[in-house]
């Protein structure tokens, strides 16, 4: 057997001996699990080397099982950036702790709580100044987690103190939301309230013997069987729909790029926001592909171009040599559905069910299907594959029939635009 040291796990920090000692490897070493002999508390610190001095130090930074194993792992990560960036990860405990005793002396409100996991949990800082670390990257994610807590709960329920936050009041707030509509949004919201809640029971800005009234809430709207879930959307084209879309599109007040974007998601079977994004770069008309660098899947994927795509990128690119096909960065999934509203409200939106962009996407995939196109050609075409290696080399596996069902689709396309043509003749 190999001596290779292994991972820490929780059921080695669970089975410790008092005054006994653990580290952890790989990118979490530094990671050291101590049990003091004296009081039998489980702590975890971190030591690492300080820049300039090279002197050994060992930190405090929290305790099992306030603290889990994996929370303090990111917290580790946390720690060591700052190291990166020429900080003091001491001093950044140290101005922690001065952050929840400073709490603890005044009488802190649901906002006051609210920036403190913001800005110490969800945000991380550098060691002695009190900028965010790489604040022009900050993820997408925590641009979401600060602008979610930022509307109806500060708006709502910011001024009252913290500690008298009710059940009740978490119910009424979430509800709200999902009266709009915003059955996923309000699942999200009330899974953050619930972090704030622990996270500052678990700092003990908020004493331990405090119910989290959020959890309170959510285990009520469980038991009350409240749906967090909008059904699912399965509206795509009809034929018929389609041949009107076509026929309106070249007309409509749209601007210019809104309309070949619309297009060309037709033509693909792409995403509109993966359109709005895309480079020129990322463009190779010579192999008539399109790779997605990115995708919502997390993985890249190259999208086979028919004709009739590459005849539209070719005539887009005589009048724009900038980074993007669509330079104009108000193009984006929301921007498009804001439009469509807009044309609906003046009269002026195509006479069909209510749609939105991206239906043209689902309108792909039930056309290649009407088509008779393979079920797994015609998730290839979307990116759509098992997860891995296998999923990766699957697409790369069809690139040659998704070119071949694509053209058909665009034919297909072509075709629709004249009235007297019929899905029938080319089945």
């Known amino acids: 057997m190999s001596g290779k040291k292994q991972p820490l796990v929780d059921l080695k920090i669970k089975n410790m001996k008092n005054g006994s000692r653990l580290t952890d490897t790989n990118e979490n070493r530094g990671l050291i699990v101590k049990k003091s002999p004296k009081t039998k508390k489980t702590s975890f610190f971190y030591r690492y080397e300080e820049l300039g001095t090279k002197k050994s130090r060992e930190i405090k930074f929290g305790d099992y099982p306030d603290m889990s194993l994996s929370k303090a792992r990111v917290e580790l990560q ?255 999934q929301n921007s498009l559905s804001k439009k469509l509203s807009y044309l609906k409200q003046k009269n002026r939106m195509l006479d069909i069910e209510d749609w939105t962009p991206h239906d043209l996407r689902r309108t792909v995939r039930t056309g290649l299907a009407q088509l008779n196109c393979p079920t797994e050609v015609a998730e290839a075409v979307l990116g759509h594959s098992p997860k891995g290696i296998v999923g990766t080399y699957n697409l790369y596996s069809y690139a040659d029939q998704c070119r071949e069902w694509l053209q058909r689709w665009c034919d297909h396309i072509d075709n629709l635009r004249v009235t007297s043509y019929d899905i029938s003749d080319i089945i």
């Open 78 to 332: 946390k720690l060591k950036q700052i190291r990166r960036n020429g900080g003091s990860p001491a001093d950044e405990i140290k101005q922690q702790k001065n952050v929840v005793k400073k709490c603890q002396s005044k009488s802190e409100t649901f906002k006051d709580l609210i920036d403190l996991y913001l800005i110490k949990y969800i945000e991380v800082r550098k060691g002695k100044s009190d900028n965010i670390i790489n604040d022009s990257k900050i993820s997408k994610y925590q641009k979401e987690v600060r602008r979610t807590l930022y509307s109806d709960p500060i708006k709502k329920l910011g001024k009252y103190k913290a500690t008298d936050i009710t059940k009740k009041q978490i119910i009424s707030l979430i509800m709200d939301v999902i009266n709009r509509n915003a059955k996923t949004q309000a699942k999200f919201m009330l899974n953050l309230l619930v972090s704030v809640f622990d996270y500052a029971i678990g700092l003990d800005v908020l004493d331990e013997s405090i119910t989290n009234p959020a959890l309170l809430a959510k285990r009520t709207l469980l038991k009350s069987k409240i749906k967090f879930t909008n059904p699912s959307k399965i509206r795509h084209f009809s034929i018929l729909e389609l041949k009107k879309f076509l026929q309106w599109l070249p007309e409509c007040p749209l601007p210019k790029d809104i309309k070949n974007i619309f297009l060309l998601t037709l033509y693909t079977g792409c995403r509109t926001g993966e359109w709005c994004n895309a480079k020129w770069e990322h463009i190779d008309l010579s192999n008539k592909t399109f790779l997605i660098p990115i995708a919502k899947n997390n993985t890249s994927h190259a999208v086979q171009l028919s004709k009739q795509a590459c005849e539209l990128l070719q005539e887009i690119k005589k009048d724009n040599t900038l980074e993007y096909i669509f330079p104009k960065r108000g193009n984006n």
